[in-house]
């Protein structure tokens, strides 16, 4: 007990001097002009407007350890039997109430945009567990962080910190306020700045595109599956995904899983050994998802093009099998039990 109290002890010393050293004001930072350039030229910021982002930047907090974080993105670093938790018994009850909680309008969705309600309570579900976690970090300071020092990916975050700053003015935003994930990702649907203004909608007529209330992160997401990206775009009456089993241990020479830039006829993967679990036109048009499990055993799934256009979401193999199965649990329960 008393080596557990020193070890805590010496770990606030540690974050105490951290946050020292980390004290940087991004307002001086050498890109600030570019970003201001960007939002005057693009965006039509008036200089009233540019000195509140510029003010907004002197407050803005260095936050190292969400580079660290990045890296560490649990789809980088997990099996997918430690991955597939996150289907548990709460999120599949959850995800029913919210079928039933929010049924106008995520009937109104897939009227108006045809994605079903179960696969937009998957989303909802795998991101922010419908809304009850979406993030406690100030977006500014993930942004302005990542933006001004990410070794791999500050173009995107910086380009992110400028959406970010015309967001704020068109909702009408302190630019310190919102709170997101250590990405900058925002609300129950967990948008990035350039989505949430692209894509956001104000589905229950409130005059705001609100992501953190449900029904306008419910129309979001519809949203988002149809215009996000049209070669990708969600299509409407068509499956997700099926198991599949394999001859052998491994998969055929030459067969390319996880990647949508290889596609099969099911006639030429059952001929290799490939069979889907349930009867399909030996015509159609799959990929190849290889999830790897505790132990080194793999479980392989056929992927229809919808399942590539969960990855428009998040590119991870993983993310998109999560919500797919959700989704399907979902739907079954929920029909099972009306
Ligand atoms: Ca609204």
């Not at 029913?96 to 309008?105: E, G, K, N, S, V």
């Amino acid at each position: 007990m008393q080596k557990l109290l020193v070890v805590t002890l010496l770990c606030c010393c540690a974050v105490a001097s951290q946050a020292q050293a980390d004290d940087v004001d991004y307002s001086q930072n050498p890109r600030v002009p570019q970003l201001l350039e960007r939002l005057r030229e693009d965006d039509g910021f008036s200089e009233a407007q540019l000195k509140q982002v510029t003010d907004a930047l002197a407050d803005a907090k260095r936050l190292p350890q969400l580079i660290v974080q990045e890296q560490k993105a649990p789809e980088r670093t997990e099996t997918w039997t430690q991955y597939s938790k996150r289907v548990d018994t709460s999120r599949i009850r959850a995800g029913i109430a919210l079928l039933q909680d929010q049924r106008d309008t995520l009937e109104r969705a897939e009227e108006e945009f045809g994605v079903p309600p179960a696969v937009i309570a998957g989303i909802l579900g795998i991101e922010t567990r419908y809304g009850r976690i979406t993030g406690g970090v100030r977006v500014l300071d993930a942004l302005a962080t990542q933006g001004f020092e990410h070794p791999t990916r500050s173009k995107f975050f910086f380009s992110e910190l400028v959406e970010f700053f015309a967001l704020c003015r068109d909702q009408h935003f302190d630019p310190r306020q919102p709170k997101g994930s250590y990405a900058g990702a925002m609300g129950d649907a967990q948008f990035m700045p350039s989505n949430y203004r692209r894509l956001a909608l104000d589905y229950d007529g409130d005059g705001q595109a609100d992501l953190w209330s449900l029904p306008d992160a419910i129309g979001s997401i519809a949203n988002y599956f149809t215009h996000y990206d049209p070669d990708w775009r969600w299509r409407a009456g068509q499956p997700i995904a099926v198991p599949a089993t394999i001859h052998g241990d491994a998969l055929p020479d030459g067969a390319v899983a996880n990647t949508r830039d290889h596609f099969y006829y099911v006639r030429d993967l059952e001929h290799a050994g490939i069979k889907p679990a349930v009867d399909l036109p030996g015509d159609t048009v799959v990929g190849l998802v290889d999830l790897l499990l505790d132990g080194g055993g793999h479980e392989y799934w056929l992927a229809f093009p919808n399942f590539y256009a969960i990855m428009t979401y998040n590119p991870r193999i993983y993310y998109a099998m999560a919500v797919t199965q959700l989704a399907r649990r979902i739907e079954a329960e929920a029909s099972a039990s009306p």
